[in-house]
Structure formats: structure tokens, C-alpha cells
């Protein structure tokens, strides 16, 4: 089992790497790829150095999986060159997820829709996987009518150099900076950039990929996304309405029920979910459920998940991994 990690010095790179030995998954060649400053260096995995390799030797040595997180330059350009001999890609950037014949994935939602004929696979953005995680059980016994989601997303969802704006700014140090304002003592309005209908394209990857996921373009959704000074998580305020009648006992039960999510909904005890205690952690963390007071068939609810982990790296492995299970992967045998 040859698996390419492209992007592997990156901050989700880096936790893919983690979870691929956590999580046991049966590599017998990883094949680290960066860019060409990072050539010559090692990563660590499973206690010994492994060299950074160029993308044309990852290539070249024909993995079974390739994993992408590189941005979407690189998956638009290399993808299909592994796709094209057999390599099944799952691409964790932005540049596959709306293309209408390449499937956007949450194993515990919509694996059902894998093939084997699927060589490119593509991983949602981080704050869809971890709503729809939520949100997907809900649907099925309730239907969706619409979703209003705000979120409150980590700096690490924009990536080293923005946790290093941050920490520079709580430490009053000088240096390079991402946000066009201070993250640290404040919250910015503005994830991604600014589209032609003045929202952010983060607020629509939620609409677009949500819809596309769940397989209906029936639900009315709309969002704002905040950056917030936070490191470990993204947290998004939900309300949802509902085409059948719902109460909150039942959405409970369903919830626990549900594989991968975790209710912490005691607000007696002040038991609810927080990125600070849930960092490093794969499951998606559902509080603060209650009803809508204020129409029929609405419910409030408080979502947090690790982005670099069930938002990105986790969700990708598990793709991986359902892939062999189902044996939809072909491994190459000499």
C-alpha cells in the first residue's frame, strides 16, 4: 500500500500524517510530498524519518492513494495526472467539491456514493463536515426546510502563518500578517474572500456543499462566518427548521445514537461544547440543543469539531479507509 501525502509540511499535512498512524492504516510506502524549499528534508512517521519527495517522483512511484492538501493550483494540476493511472485522489481543497461528476464525501453521511470507477474523491470544507455531521441524521427523520448558521472558525483554518499572526499579536512582536486587521481581541466578519453578492466564499461552500452532500437542493440555507482568536476548533451557532414536527428529547436520542457525533448537552452543569477542550479530538460535539421559541418546528444548536482533524485530515482517512473496506481500491501488487 503506497500512500502520497501531498502538502505533508502543512498544518493539516502534518495532522494527516498523525491520524494515518493512529489510526493504523496499512501503509507499507508513505511518499511525503512539499514543495521544492521542503526537498531533502524528512518528516517523521511511525518513529523513523521519511524523505520529502518532489510531486514527479510521487508520481512516478504509482501510489494506491494519493491525499491532497495543497491548495487547489496543485489539485487542478496534479489530480488527474494520478487519477489517470489508477491512483485514487482525495483532495482536501476547495478545487473538486462543486464539479458535478467528482463526489463530495462524509463517510458517516453519503459513502454510499463511492465507486470504484470514483479516482477522484473530494473532502468537504471543514465547517460543512462538521454541521452536516450533525445535521444529516436530523434530516432523515425530519426533513430540512432551512438552515441559519453563524460560525466562529479557528485560525488554523487559514493556516501557520495565520496562528503565527495571532501568537505575535499576543506577544505585542512585529511580523508577517494574513488578516487585514488584528485577530488577537477581536473577530472578523470575513473568511475566505468576498463574492459578487457580498457574501464570502465560506459562507457558500456551507450552502453549495451542505445541498450537495445531503443530495437535495430543497433547503434554504444561509450563513456568516467569523474568524476568531482560537486555535483548536471551529464552533458554529445552528438554527434549524424542520418540515415535520420535532422536539428536543427525540433530537437527543438521534443524536446520540449517531456515529461520530458526541452530545455534551447539560446546561445544568454547564456541560456543553468548547474548541478548547475538544482539540485534537475526531468526533463532532453537539450542545445547547432547544427550541426555537419563536417559531414552529425550529431548534437552536451549538456544534464544535476539530477543523484540522474530522474537518480535513480525519474525514480524508476515513474516506481511505472506507475505500478498502468496500474494496473499491485496487492495490497494486508486484
Not at 500512500?3 to 498523525?18: D, P, Y
Not at 486587521?181 to 473568511?191: Q, S, T, V
Not at 486555535?231 to 414536527?245: K, L, R, W, Y
Request: glycine share 6%; aromatic share 6%.
Amino acid at each position: 500500500m503506497k500512500v502520497a501525502v501531498v502538502g505533508a509540511t502543512g498544518m493539516v499535512g502534518k495532522v494527516m500524517l498523525e491520524v494515518l498512524q493512529e489510526r493504523n492504516f496499512p501503509i507499507t510506502q508513505l511518499i511525503p510530498v512539499a514543495s521544492e524549499a521542503s526537498v531533502g528534508k524528512t518528516v517523521r512517521f511511525k518513529g523513523k524519518a521519511v524523505n520529502i519527495e518532489r510531486m514527479q517522483v510521487a508520481l512516478y512511484n504509482e501510489p494506491d492513494i494519493a491525499i491532497f492538501s495543497a491548495g487547489s493550483k496543485a489539485s487542478l494540476e496534479w489530480a488527474p495526472k494520478f487519477a489517470e493511472m489508477g491512483t485514487i485522489v482525495i483532495d482536501n481543497s476547495s478545487a473538486w467539491r462543486m464539479h458535478e461528476n467528482i463526489k463530495l464525501v462524509v463517510p458517516e453521511v453519503n459513502a454510499d456514493v463511492l465507486t470504484k470507477d470514483d479516482k477522484i474523491i473530494a473532502n468537504p470544507n471543514c465547517s460543512t463536515i462538521q454541521m452536516v455531521m450533525a445535521l444529516a441524521p436530523l434530516h432523515k427523520e425530519y426533513t430540512l426546510k432551512r438552515i441559519v448558521v453563524s460560525t466562529y472558525q479557528s485560525v488554523t483554518g487559514t493556516g501557520k502563518h495565520a496562528v503565527a499572526q495571532l501568537r505575535n499579536e499576543r506577544s505585542r512582536m512585529e511580523g508577517d500578517r494574513v488578516y487585514p486587521y488584528n485577530i488577537d481581541l477581536n473577530c472578523l466578519p470575513h473568511c475566505d474572500i468576498f463574492l459578487d453578492n457580498d457574501y464570502t466564499k465560506e459562507e457558500m461552500k456551507l450552502v453549495h456543499e451542505t445541498r450537495k452532500i445531503l443530495g437535495t437542493q430543497n433547503i434554504g440555507i444561509t450563513a456568516t462566518a467569523v474568524r476568531v482568536p482560537v486555535i483548536g476548533g471551529h464552533s458554529e451557532a445552528v438554527n434549524v427548521e424542520f418540515e415535520s414536527e420535532v422536539n428536543v428529547a427525540d433530537i437527543r436520542q438521534i443524536l446520540e445514537n449517531t456515529p461520530g457525533v458526541v452530545v455534551m448537552d447539560n446546561v445544568g452543569n454547564n456541560i456543553y461544547p468548547m474548541p478548547y477542550y475538544q482539540q485534537g479530538k475526531d468526533e463532532v460535539f453537539v450542545g445547547r440543543i432547544r427550541m426555537d421559541e419563536s417559531q414552529p418546528n425550529t431548534v437552536n444548536m451549538w456544534i464544535v469539531s476539530d477543523n484540522l482533524r474530522k474537518g480535513a485530515a480525519t474525514n480524508a482517512i476515513q474516506i481511505g479507509e472506507y475505500m478498502l473496506e468496500k474494496h473499491l481500491l485496487e492495490v497494486a501488487t508486484a
